[in-house]
């Protein structure tokens, strides 16, 4: 194994300087922390993270949380409505590894004191958290932002002095998709949302109504129906919808797995899409260009939700205030949609 000698004699700098760059307890510049990182990467050398934490220097460990429980939440991440966030998830893990750091999962439930899992964090000795899609009122995200412990929110509202938070501009998003068909001549236009308490449903909601008001489109409640993000509960309020009207041209569904469950009672129905139906989705997960016909909907950028998160925590770590993030989305127009029949 490479020792940190060889990392120095290779780098050009001191032992000291080595272990100051690879356990980030003291500034350096730029060019030695990548000469350093470099040199590393390249000898294959693993710190000690065992002594460094007996040492006394800061951890090299970034919790994370996942919705309401974390032990819940590893048999619910390869349920159909987390693949987003799961893809997500795989781009934090690559972002902490090359800024080395390694990721905790923490195992106890959030659902008792508010400040139970900060004491928790506490103890495992990491340094930062990052929660991801954190349902509203968890008791998590105000213990966080009060701790001082530097955390990253996910698809979720949390910021403070060392907390802050990465989300895509929903609103904009579902605006511009709803434009969309608005521009095919679509007026009787049918939605199916998410819990509105959740940021990303409230916003995509938003989005919508916006285009449609902009439009002098008026809303018709009667083609309105709510879903818990899954596919099959989608696929549900799509066949509710259907027994009672089918003067729809189009839906709005305000994710792509939903989506996919509407597009399956739309052809229960022998309705065909987009010929007598068009449907729109949200996130462009990989899944949406091989559905029958292929997802128009809106992308998110899972990579950047990712990285910018783990950018955004290190500079808490390192003193600074970081405001929100909310990255850009973008209309990917497939074959799901088209102009009504006239």
């Known amino acids: 194994m490479a020792t940190s000698e060889e990392v120095a004699r290779l780098a050009g700098v001191s032992r000291a300087t080595v272990s100051r760059v690879l356990s980030g307890t003291v500034k350096v510049s730029d060019d030695t922390r990548r000469r350093v990182e470099a040199a590393a990467a390249s000898l294959g050398y693993e710190p000690d993270v065992a002594a460094q934490s007996l040492s006394g220097a800061r951890s090299r460990t970034i919790a994370l949380g996942f919705f309401a429980n974390d032990v819940w939440a590893l048999s619910q991440l390869t349920r159909p409505q987390y693949h987003f966030h799961l893809d997500v998830l795989r781009h934090i893990e690559e972002s902490a590894g090359q800024a080395g750091y390694d990721l905790l999962l923490p195992s106890r439930p959030s659902s008792t ?26 008791v998590r995200t105000q213990a966080l932002i009060e701790s001082g412990l530097p955390t990253v929110f996910i698809d979720a509202i949390g910021q403070g002095p060392k907390a802050t938070f990465v989300t895509s501009d929903n609103t904009e998003g579902a605006r511009r998709i709803t434009e969309h068909l608005l521009d095919l001549g679509h007026r009787r236009i049918a939605r199916v949302t998410g819990t509105e308490t959740d940021p990303s449903g409230h916003d995509r909601l938003t989005g919508i109504r916006q285009a449609l008001a902009a ?7 009667g083609l309105a129906r709510r879903s818990d993000w899954s596919t099959e509960g989608a696929y549900r309020e799509m066949l509710d919808l259907l027994a009672v009207r089918r003067d729809f041209t189009a839906v709005v569904a305000e994710s792509d797995m939903m989506a996919i469950g509407i597009l399956r009672a739309l052809h229960e129905h ?12 949200f996130d462009d997960i990989d899944l949406s260009a091989f559905t029958g016909p292929p997802l128009t909907t809106v992308r998110q950028n899972a990579k950047d939700m990712g990285t910018e998160a783990v950018s955004a925590l290190l500079r808490i770590m390192e003193g600074e205030t970081v405001p929100p993030v909310v990255l850009p989305t973008e209309v990917v127009v497939r074959l799901s949609t088209a102009a009504p029949r006239s």
Do not use: K, W
């Open 113 to 138: 004191v508010s400040d139970s899992y900060v004491r928790l964090l506490r103890s495992r000795r990491v340094a930062a958290a990052i929660m991801v899609a954190c349902p509203p009122g968890d």
């Open 215 to 221: 439009r002098g489109v008026p809303e018709d409640p």
């Open 270 to 281: 022998g309705l065909r899409v987009p010929e007598d139906v068009s449907v729109t989705g």
